[in-house]
C-alpha cells in the first residue's frame, strides 16, 4: 500500500481533511480532487487525495479562488511527474554509463589539442626547465 492506494470512503476522507463530505463531492465535480471509483460508483479516496484536499483548504484559507487552486494543483502535480521523470532518466543515463564499454577519455595535448587516452592513463607532462633570455 502507497500513498496512490485509494482505501477512504468519502466519510474518513472528509474527516481526516476536516471537511464535509458534500464538499469533497463538490471538489470532485470542479475536478481539483479526482478520487478513484470501485466498481458500485462510490469514490475511494488516497492518503495523496487527502493531503491535497488540506491543501485546498489552506489555500482556499489564504484568500485563494477554487480556479486558482485548481491551477496551483495542477502545476504542482507537473512538477511531481517531472521530478519521477527526471530521476528515471538520470537512472537510466548512470546505467548506460556503468555498463557501457569502451567509455572514451579525453584530454589537452601540448599543443591545446585533444587526445584520446586509454581510460586509467595520463597524459605525459613535460617537466623541462625553460631558461628564457631576452
Do not use: C
Not at 476536516?18 to 475536478?31: F, I, K, N
Not at 484536499?53 to 517531472?82: F, P, T
Amino acid at each position: 500500500m502507497d500513498e496512490n492506494s485509494p482505501v477512504f470512503a468519502i466519510a474518513v476522507a472528509a474527516e481526516l481533511a476536516a471537511m464535509h463530505p458534500q464538499t469533497l463531492r463538490q471538489y470532485d465535480r470542479l475536478g481539483l480532487v479526482s478520487p478513484r471509483r470501485t466498481a458500485g460508483k462510490s469514490r475511494r479516496y488516497s492518503m495523496r487525495d487527502v493531503v491535497q484536499l488540506r491543501e485546498i483548504a489552506a489555500l482556499s484559507a489564504e484568500g485563494l479562488n477554487l480556479e486558482g487552486i485548481r491551477r496551483i494543483l495542477e502545476l504542482e502535480n507537473q512538477v511531481v511527474a517531472l521530478s519521477s521523470r527526471v530521476q528515471e532518466l538520470e537512472h537510466a543515463l548512470a546505467e548506460e554509463l556503468l555498463n557501457r564499454s569502451g567509455r572514451r577519455v579525453f584530454a589537452a595535448g601540448s599543443a591545446g589539442d585533444v587526445v584520446s587516452l586509454r581510460p586509467g592513463t595520463r597524459t605525459h607532462r613535460a617537466n623541462e626547465l625553460v631558461v628564457w633570455r631576452p
